[in-house]
């Protein structure tokens, strides 16, 4: 079975810093999907950003970059220039590549302070 | 383009009691799934429906139940309520036509049982 281990609950950083979440997965496939989700005060899961493991290239959307190291199965996300509105829970998660699978497996979740 | 959504937003029941949650998949999705998430936890996976399907299950027991209907819209039974079942459940809509395709997730329902 595949697991997503966050060994961070709780980060904060300083507005406008840089701070990076840690994320590592344990799985016996090789080829899959990991994402980083926002899930502010208000609830929704909102997908931040996402990494196909056959690619060797690192995704990057805007201010949100990740480092993915395969062999090490670890797969942290960069938050640059920190903004107040980044405050939530960010989650890890990890998917199947097969048709049709949905299943996403997350992990505990880290809750990022921004401190003005 | 509607997002996903559902109802209601919040719900207290009994211990024992029957539940049912609701939730409208995105315009033109044909997948839904559900997720239960804990208090302080990352969300678990329920199961999935495609095509009006069950096609896929977590590690949850047979009073947790599911429908999705023509419209795509899904709702998910829980029977015989126990306190462990307080948590906010979450559904996700997606368009499955490859390897991947993107979730969508509604703004979930909070259940307390008390």
């Known amino acids: 079975a595949q697991t997503v281990t966050q060994s961070q609950p709780e980060m904060s950083v300083q507005e406008a810093e840089t701070v990076t979440l840690s994320c590592t997965y344990d799985?016996?496939?090789?080829?899959?999907?990991l994402f980083w989700y926002k899930q502010p005060p208000s609830r929704q899961m909102i997908l931040v950003i996402r990494?196909?493991?056959?690619?060797?290239q690192n995704a990057t959307e805007n201010r949100f970059s990740v480092n993915f190291q395969k062999a090490a199965k670890s797969f942290s996300l960069k938050i640059s220039d920190s903004q107040l509105g980044d405050a939530a829970m960010y989650f890890c998660a990890y998917r199947r590549s097969n048709f049709g699978n949905e299943k996403l497996t997350f992990g505990t979740g880290t809750r990022l302070t921004i401190i003005p | 383009e509607t997002g996903v959504t559902q109802s209601p937003t919040h719900l207290i029941k009994t211990r024992g009691q029957q539940v049912t949650l609701r939730c409208s998949s995105q315009s033109g999705h044909n997948t839904v799934s559900w997720y239960q998430q804990a208090l302080g936890q990352g969300p678990q996976f329920i199961f999935q429906?495609?095509?009006?399907?069950?096609?896929g299950r977590g590690n949850f027991p047979p009073r947790f139940s599911g429908l999705q209907f023509p419209n795509y819209s899904s709702e998910l039974n829980v029977n015989a309520l126990e306190l462990d079942d307080s948590a906010l459940y979450l559904c996700?809509?997606?368009?499955?036509?490859?390897?991947?395709?993107?979730?969508?997730f509604g703004p979930g329902t909070r259940l307390t049982v008390l």
């Open positions: 799985t016996s496939e090789s080829d899959y999907y």
């Open positions: 990494q196909e493991a056959y690619k060797q």
């Open positions: 996700a809509s997606s368009l499955t036509q490859g390897s991947h395709n993107e979730q969508f």
């Open positions: 429906y495609y095509r009006e399907e069950e096609n």
